[in-house]
């Protein structure tokens, strides 16, 4: 399978925890994104990378959200001192031209 | 403020009609248009795109028809099956950045 992949496909954690989050995006592709979905509502953008370079954040990514992309290949997303609000599915979306394919996401519980 | 809505949360046709589905847009500057489908618990998977230089794109059963002086794009999927039964999002992008501006979704159910 040479997709989009998550991992975990799942989490519950507790509040005030941390988490981390990975994206292995399609090998060709150098723009990788990360987005979040809560229910009823459309995936929403929080940042994006082009090779290893962030080159984005939306203010939907407060100072307890960072993104790294280290090599330019996969990349994390951590949340630090989680909170019940964070509880969303977390994407993954990578492209090479204006097309983004996405990976399963995080289904993230905090409880 | 929504910057791309799908005014209709819910759709429901018969098997082998055809299933319109709407979206609308407020911002000038998206030029490149795409659909996804999308089940519980998956990721959003790649239907069909339209560029803005663009009016209409097909592919297979499916069909994007993008009308720029009206801010508005539409789907048709005919014939309908009951294998397309999903949420379907429409998502909008400059080609600055790339970043999808996603509708609420329009959950389509297609009755045998």
Request: one cysteine or more; proline letters at 5%; glycine letters at 6%.
């Amino acid at each position: 399978d040479t997709g989009v992949s998550q991992d975990p496909r799942h989490k519950i954690t507790k509040r005030g925890q941390n988490v981390t989050f990975r994206c292995d995006p399609i090998s060709e592709h150098n723009r990788l994104y990360w987005y979040r979905q809560t229910l009823g509502q459309g995936p929403e953008f929080l940042t994006y990378f082009q090779n290893e370079a962030q080159l984005e954040k939306s203010r939907l990514l407060s100072d307890r959200f960072s993104a790294e992309r280290p090599k330019g290949s996969f990349s994390t997303l951590e949340i630090q001192r989680t909170e019940q609000g964070d509880s969303a599915m977390y994407l993954c979306a990578s492209s090479f031209m204006e097309t983004q394919y996405f990976g399963p996401g995080t289904r993230l519980l905090v409880l | 403020d929504q910057q791309v809505k799908q005014n209709s949360p819910s759709l429901s046709v018969q098997e082998g009609r055809i299933s319109i589905l709407n979206c609308d847009y407020t911002n000038s500057m998206f030029d490149y248009f795409l659909w996804y489908k999308k089940y519980p618990a998956e990721g959003p998977t790649f239907l069909i795109s339209i560029s803005s230089i663009k009016d209409k794109n097909e592919d297979g059963r499916f069909t994007v028809f993008l009308n720029k002086s009206a801010k508005h794009l539409s789907l048709h999927i005919v014939p309908s099956q009951p294998g397309d039964s999903a949420v379907y999002f429409c998502a909008a992008s400059d080609s600055n950045t790339g970043k999808l501006i996603f509708g609420q979704g329009t959950t389509l159910q297609v009755k045998p």
